[in-house]
């Protein structure tokens, strides 16, 4: 199927849905089905960001600001995650607790506003990785637009740079626990020291990383086309003198570079 058949199927699939209320991290793919819904069912849509120390204070307020721009109304609710004891713990499946536990009070909220459905923002390629939250989304009758209309992330890009959305190009953020590996338990600590030594690797010009948190230990991930430069002086001493204020002892660059989804690897 082409893309302007897929956008079109899109289209009418929203359409369908009559009213729905988007979770909305500010990201690629739920900047783009927001923006999209609104131009199908006009004031029918609404946003519900997350605020959680799973995401960081800037994609926050980015998501904040992107539903202003778009004119759509936009709530926010608190994740609660640590009272989720399988989140705590780490375990393999925390993915699906969570994603439970969050989606259940957006749907809360949804029906408050009159909303008929709750949208996630997964796409077509969100099936080549081990994503246990699917599970939760789908015992929800949560609705996935854009992976319904099969559209990758490539084309979501494309999509979105057609309607002039500045998340286009906007590198993929996942949830800050996915750096931790499973077993260890997630601690607001631990999640604010990925945060900053992430954030540190943004100011500094990197685009796309992970920073996992291994204890004493930060393993960066960078693309392979960043290597070069991670190495270069003095930028590399900068970030082992910054990474050690935040509190890791070590600091390594992961050989085999970026990838999403690392911490499955041992699964």
Same mark, same amino acid.
């Given at each position: 199927?082409?893309?302007?058949?897929?956008?079109?199927?899109?289209?009418?699939?929203?359409?369908?849905?009559?009213? &729905?209320?988007?979770?909305?991290? %500010?990201?690629?793919?739920?900047?783009?089905?927001?923006? /999209?819904?609104?131009?199908?069912?006009?004031?029918?849509?609404?946003?519900?960001?997350? *605020?959680?120390?799973? @995401?960081?204070?800037?994609?926050?307020?980015?998501?904040?600001?992107?539903?202003?721009?778009?004119?759509?109304?936009?709530?926010?609710?608190?994740?609660?995650?640590?009272?989720?004891?399988?989140?705590?713990?780490?375990?393999?499946?925390? *993915? @699906?607790? *969570?994603?439970?536990?969050?989606?259940?009070?957006?749907?809360?909220?949804?029906?408050?506003?009159?909303?008929?459905?709750?949208?996630? %923002?997964?796409?077509?390629?969100?099936?080549?990785?081990?994503?246990?939250?699917?599970?939760?989304?789908? =015992?929800?009758?949560?609705?996935?637009?854009?992976?319904?209309?099969?559209?990758?992330?490539?084309?979501?890009?494309?999509?979105?740079?057609?309607?002039? &959305?500045?998340?286009?190009?906007?590198?993929?953020?996942? *949830?800050?626990?996915?750096?931790?590996?499973?077993?260890?338990?997630?601690?607001?600590?631990?999640?604010?020291?990925? =945060?900053?030594?992430?954030? @540190? /690797?943004?100011?500094?010009?990197?685009?796309?990383?992970?920073?996992?948190?291994?204890?004493?230990?930060?393993?960066?991930?960078?693309?392979?086309?960043?290597?070069?430069?991670?190495?270069?002086?003095?930028? @590399?001493?900068?970030?082992?003198?910054?990474?050690?204020?935040?509190?890791?002892?070590?600091?390594?660059?992961?050989?085999?570079?970026?990838?999403?989804?690392?911490?499955?690897?041992?699964?």
């Amino acid at each position: 199927m082409n893309l302007q058949d897929k956008c079109k199927n899109l289209r009418e699939y929203i359409k369908n849905l009559g009213s &729905l209320c988007v979770a909305f991290s %500010g990201g690629v793919d739920s900047t783009y089905l927001l923006a /999209l819904a609104h131009e199908v069912l006009g004031d029918k849509v609404m946003a519900v960001t997350v *605020c959680s120390s799973m @995401y960081t204070k800037r994609e926050y307020h980015e998501s904040k600001q992107l539903a202003l721009k778009l004119g759509v109304k936009h709530m926010t609710i608190n994740a609660d995650e640590y009272s989720i004891k399988e989140f705590v713990e780490n375990t393999k499946d925390r *993915c @699906y607790y *969570c994603k439970h536990a969050i989606f259940t009070k957006i749907k809360e909220v949804a029906v408050q506003h009159g909303m008929a459905y709750v949208a996630d %923002g997964s796409n077509a390629d969100d099936d080549n990785d081990f994503r246990p939250g699917m599970k939760a989304i789908k =015992e929800l009758g949560v609705v996935s637009p854009l992976k319904a209309a099969a559209l990758t992330k490539r084309e979501i890009r494309a999509l979105s740079k057609e309607m002039g &959305l500045p998340t286009w190009d906007k590198p993929a953020f996942a *949830c800050l626990a996915s750096r931790i590996p499973y077993g260890i338990n997630i601690t607001r600590e631990k999640l604010a020291m990925v =945060e900053q030594a992430e954030e @540190y /690797l943004m100011h500094v010009g990197f685009k796309q990383f992970r920073v996992r948190h291994h204890g004493e230990i930060a393993r960066i991930e960078v693309l392979p086309a960043d290597r070069s430069k991670f190495l270069e002086e003095p930028l @590399y001493q900068d970030i082992i003198r910054e990474y050690k204020k935040i509190g890791f002892a070590y600091v390594t660059l992961d050989l085999e570079g970026y990838r999403m989804g690392s911490m499955n690897e041992v699964l």
